[in-house]
């Protein structure tokens, strides 16, 4: 049997994979692909006043649902937040993470925009380019970045990929909706895919889109 076509999605928290590309994401499971998203950190600081190892448990469960029905793995790494590029000095995390994608040979990778204002966010970002750099198979795989936080994207000089997300948006809101730790801190980024997603619709004539920037 041939093996199937994957696509690993690289964020920096536990739902930052739906909010940047649920809908792509069940789109392309749909199609028989393999996705897999990578999550760099269990956000622990998001409850301070909560112990570590029951907030990890709580986002990881959270996660994990989503994946459900959104029909992707999900992998966790243990990053602490905005220290992410420290943590990556640490040599055997790199090679974790290479040995990822080198197994998998991903036909494409999505990560967050450079744009992005998140410190986390912006480390995911780098870190995804040291790998990339570091992938030891060729053709190497197409790299896209996707927004959580940045309202617009300035990143014009990139080709734009969009994708129909009309059929697979009601799941992608559905995956949005178990991040129940996460429903103050998900208002503003809830109102802002959903603005986005018609407005990328639009320019492709559809009801609803998502819209990632290939930089490689």
């Given at each position: 049997?041939?093996?199937?076509?994957?696509?690993?999605?690289?964020?920096?928290?536990?739902?930052?994979?739906?909010?940047?590309?649920?809908?792509?994401?069940?789109?392309?499971?749909k199609?028989?692909?393999?996705?897999?998203?990578?999550v760099?950190?269990?956000?622990?600081?998001?409850?301070?006043?909560?112990?570590?190892?029951?907030?990890?448990?709580?986002?990881?469960?959270?996660?994990?649902?989503?994946?459900?029905?959104?029909?992707?793995?999900?992998i966790?790494?243990?990053?602490?937040?905005?220290?992410?590029?420290?943590?990556?000095?640490?040599?055997?995390?790199?090679?974790?993470?290479?040995?990822?994608?080198?197994?998998e040979?991903?036909?494409?990778i999505?990560?967050?925009?450079?744009?992005?204002?998140?410190?986390?966010?912006?480390?995911?970002?780098?870190?995804?380019?040291?790998?990339?750099?570091?992938?030891?198979?060729?053709?190497?795989?197409?790299?896209?970045?996707?927004?959580?936080?940045?309202?617009?994207?300035?990143?014009?000089?990139?080709?734009?990929?969009?994708?129909?997300?009309?059929?697979?948006?009601?799941?992608?809101?559905?995956?949005l909706?178990?991040?129940?730790?996460?429903?103050?801190?998900l208002?503003?980024?809830?109102?802002?895919?959903?603005?986005?997603?018609?407005?990328?619709?639009?320019?492709?004539?559809?009801?609803?889109?998502?819209?990632?920037?290939?930089?490689?």
């Open positions: 049997m041939p093996k199937k076509e994957t696509i690993l999605v690289f964020g920096a928290h536990s739902d930052d994979f739906v909010i940047g590309a649920g809908g792509t994401i069940l789109n392309y499971a199609e028989g692909k393999r996705v897999i998203s990578v760099f950190s269990y956000g622990e600081k998001s409850h301070p006043w909560i112990k570590e190892r029951i907030i990890k448990t709580l986002r990881s469960k959270e996660a994990f649902e989503a994946s459900k029905i959104l029909k992707c793995k999900t966790f790494f243990d990053l602490k937040e905005f220290n992410f590029l420290d943590h990556v000095k640490n040599k055997e995390i790199e090679e974790q993470l290479l040995k990822i994608i080198n197994k040979k991903p036909s494409k999505f990560t967050h925009s450079n744009e992005d204002p998140h410190p986390d966010h912006q480390s995911a970002f780098k870190i995804t380019l040291q790998l990339f750099e570091k992938i030891d198979y060729l053709p190497k795989p197409g790299l896209y970045t996707y927004s959580v936080w940045n309202p617009v994207s300035f990143s014009s000089d990139y080709p734009a990929l969009y994708i129909d997300v009309s059929k697979t948006f009601g799941a992608k809101l559905k995956a909706m178990v991040f129940k730790s996460q429903r103050l801190h208002i503003y980024p809830f109102l802002l895919l959903l603005i986005r997603s018609i407005h990328d619709g639009i320019k492709i004539k559809k009801k609803l889109a998502e819209k990632f920037y290939r930089i490689k």
